[in-house]
């Protein structure tokens, strides 16, 4: 029972394009949702996060949309950079809880 | 400020040895949380603690998996007799106060990956 998905496993972007990653959830329940960055051989980063009273947040090039009828996230990332190559992962929890439940990962490939 | 550290950052152990891992959350986060990561797949919760409430253990796969917290300190992750499908990055997390709570990003250490041959 996947709770959190990302149904794109990778996305190739032009520098200085916009990229957009998906992510969807099924749990009604969950009212916080973020976004990590991973490099290979190192930990998650955080990113940007939102929470379910806004529809919208953005810091710098990352913009996090939700759309909370259709259980819907999106991260964009504008101008896309080479050093955005990485893989994304959503993360979603409720508030009476501690564990994030995460996606499977969408690794974006940000091409020169 | 130091970051969420983890010890060792690479384990390999034969079938059914125990395995001990280590964190060390940022100084001041109360909420410390693992995770693993097998290959290809996302990360899946395994326990967390917060200040002195119980754990939450909901996550914990099988009762060869166990963990403690000294305060609101180091924490390890025990595996005993380990098996080959425990081969995983395990990742921990710290934050100021639970995610849920508080609106609490958390933080990520380096990992430790394991290999059971």
């Known amino acids: 029972d996947q709770q959190v998905k990302q149904n794109s496993p990778s996305l190739s972007v032009q520098e200085g394009r916009i990229s957009i990653l998906n992510c969807d959830y099924t749990n009604s329940m969950f009212d916080y949702f973020l976004w990590y960055k991973k490099y290979p051989a190192e930990g998650p980063t955080f990113l940007i996060s939102?929470?379910?009273?806004?529809d919208k947040n953005e810091d710098g090039r990352f913009t996090v949309f939700l759309n909370k009828s259709a259980k819907h996230l999106s991260l964009h990332i504008v101008p896309s950079q080479p050093g955005d190559s990485a893989v994304y992962f959503c993360?979603?929890?409720?508030?009476?809880?501690?564990?994030?439940?995460f996606g499977q990962g969408t690794e974006l490939s940000v091409k020169p | 400020g130091a970051g969420v550290s983890q010890s060792p950052s690479n384990k390999v152990t034969e079938k059914g040895k125990d395995v001990e891992l280590r964190c060390d959350p940022i100084?001041?986060?109360?909420?410390l949380y693992w995770y693993r990561q097998r290959l290809g797949q996302g990360l899946e919760f395994l326990i967390y603690f917060q200040g002195n409430s119980a754990p939450d253990k909901s996550g914990l796969p099988s009762d060869r998996f166990s963990a403690e917290r000294t305060g609101e300190s180091v924490s390890t992750l025990t595996i005993q007799r380990t098996q080959q499908e425990d081969s995983a990055v395990y990742l921990c997390?710290?934050?100021?106060?639970?995610?849920?709570?508080?609106?609490?990003?958390?933080?990520f250490g380096p990992g430790t990956r394991l290999t059971v041959t």
């Open positions: 993360a979603a929890s409720h508030n009476q809880g501690g564990k994030l439940i």
């Open positions: 939102i929470s379910s009273i806004k």
């Open positions: 997390a710290s934050s100021l106060g639970l995610t849920g709570q508080g609106r609490h990003e958390q933080y």
């Open positions: 100084s001041g986060h109360t909420a």
